[in-house]
């Protein structure tokens, strides 16, 4: 039976190489949802290339009515992927406080939105994924916000597995590491430019410190991410996967 899931972030990076997975590797119906229609496009005819079908919504997370108008036309989903997110530096001598504000919303609340507006349409055997961070277990200077964000949702993952284990719905999380997408090339700039070195010099550093030595790439995300949402996985409730090359091992 073809399995329909909804992504949210299903425009670019993590999101979309999800949404290419879950078409190449069951032929699955996704609906994906971000804030760019011709991004959102070329997401849902590369789906449809891959064998699977798309169909797209326009919405922002941070926007309960506007998911309010999706779920409301929206039939049966049998999974749920929350990746819709952003970062950027909020150091506590400089951040302004509306750019903390927003990745809380964004990050943090979105995700609550996401999950309040379609949980409705997921029935026994549902499946979701909340996408967190390595900065979701370790905290990182300058970036106050996005850890407190994905710490968050990790807390947020827990609990909601215990609250819908009875109605046969899993919820898990993952936190990836470095992952060679948009947000991870701002990232790298951001950093360089705060430590006073080259992007090549940063990223170099970056990827010596795991243990694999290297970026992933998004499609590696989600091999782990399709594992949670599988019916097969029966065992992993409320957890938090690490995606991360070895860097955390708990
Ligand atoms: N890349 C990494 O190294 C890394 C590592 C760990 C975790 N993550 C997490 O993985 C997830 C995906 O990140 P990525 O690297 O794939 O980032 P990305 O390439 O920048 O993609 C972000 C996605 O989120 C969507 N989005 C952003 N704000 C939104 C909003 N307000 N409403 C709806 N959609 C919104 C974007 O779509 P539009 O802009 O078109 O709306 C886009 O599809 C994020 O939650 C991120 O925190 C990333």
Redesign the pocket.
């Known amino acids: 039976m073809t399995r329909r899931i909804l992504i ?9 190489a999800c949404a290419l997975h879950l078409a190449r590797t069951e032929a699955a119906s996704l609906v994906l ?4 229609a011709a ?1 959102l496009n070329a997401s849902a005819e590369a789906v449809r290339l891959a064998g699977g079908r798309a169909e797209i919504h326009c ?4 926007d309960r009515t506007g998911l309010a108008k999706v779920a409301r036309d929206l039939g049966p989903l049998d999974g749920l992927v929350v ?5 950027g530096m909020t150091p506590v001598d400089g951040a302004s406080d509306a750019f903390f504000d927003q990745i809380l919303a ?2 943090l609340t ?1 995700p609550w939105n996401t999950v309040r507006a379609f949980l409705p349409r997921l029935g026994p055997g549902g499946r979701i994924v909340l ?4 900065l979701g277990r370790f905290g990182v200077p300058g970036y106050g916000a996005y850890c407190a964000a ?1 710490h968050g949702l990790i807390g947020l993952a827990k609990a909601l597995a215990l609250e819908l284990v009875d109605r046969g719905i899993v919820v898990n999380a993952v936190a ?4 060679d ?4 090339q701002t ?1 790298i700039r951001q950093i360089a430019a705060a430590t006073g070195q080259t992007e090549a010099q940063f990223r170099a550093q970056a990827e010596a410190a795991v243990p694999v030595k290297r970026f992933f790439q ?1 499609e590696e995300v989600a091999h782990g991410i399709a594992w949670l949402l599988n019916p097969a996985n029966t065992m992993q409730v409320g957890q938090c996967l690490n995606l991360d090359g070895g860097v955390i091992q708990s």
Request: no cysteine; charged share 20%; glycine share 22%.
């Open positions: 949210t972030g299903g425009s670019r990076g993590i999101g979309r949802l971000g804030r760019d991004a919405a922002d997370v941070t990746a819709a997110g952003i970062s964004v990050d979105g996408v967190s961070s390595v994905k990836p590491g470095w992952v997408t948009d947000m991870a990232g998004p």
